[in-house]
């Protein structure tokens, strides 16, 4: 997690930084074919149709892998559906589709959440490697000269 003030406080962890290396952070990887264990029962009261439908989708998202072990989260994945749901609705307000954004990122359902989660998908097994290796710091890059006469 980014250090500071706040929670987010500072620039984002990114894996190929030589300043996240020297930190020791280190991304868990999630897997591309998504979670496949039981779904866990939907734990706010009443939900409506649309909310079970967004709440069974979540649950087969690689995120999901990570959410198994994090029970501690499941409130925030039913409060994402609930509010995904009033988001859709023809009369929600743009705090509604604001708040959506905001548990995404909690949660780890957009590229900035699971940064901000320590958390990487890994590359299914027939996608080609695209990834960017590290690019050396300006301190690697420096070279000594010796200057004596």
């Given amino acids: 997690m980014p250090s500071g003030g706040h929670a987010r406080s500072g620039p984002p962890v990114d894996p190929r930084s030589g300043r996240s290396d020297r930190r020791g952070v280190e991304f868990d990887t999630l897997p591309a ?8 029962d939907f734990p706010l009261p009443r939900p409506v149709k649309r ?13 999901a892998a990570a959410w198994s072990r994090e029970t501690w989260r499941w409130h925030a994945v039913a409060m994402w559906a609930r509010t995904a749901a009033l988001a859709e609705e023809r ?3 743009g705090k509604d ?21 320590g ?3 890994a590359p299914a097994p027939d996608q080609v490697d695209v990834s960017v290796e590290r690019v050396p710091s300006s301190r690697e890059r ?5 200057g004596g006469a």
Wanted: proline share 6%.
């Fill in 33 to 40: 074919s998504g979670f496949e264990g039981p779904v866990p």
């Fill in 51 to 63: 909310e079970l439908v967004l709440w069974e989708w979540a649950w087969r998202t690689p995120q």
């Fill in 91 to 93: 009369d929600s307000s």
């Fill in 97 to 117: 589709k604001e708040l959506v954004r905001k548990y995404a990122d909690d949660i780890g359902l957009s590229a900035a959440g699971l940064r901000y989660n």
């Fill in 119 to 121: 958390w990487a998908i």
């Fill in 142 to 146: 420096f070279e000594v000269i010796d």
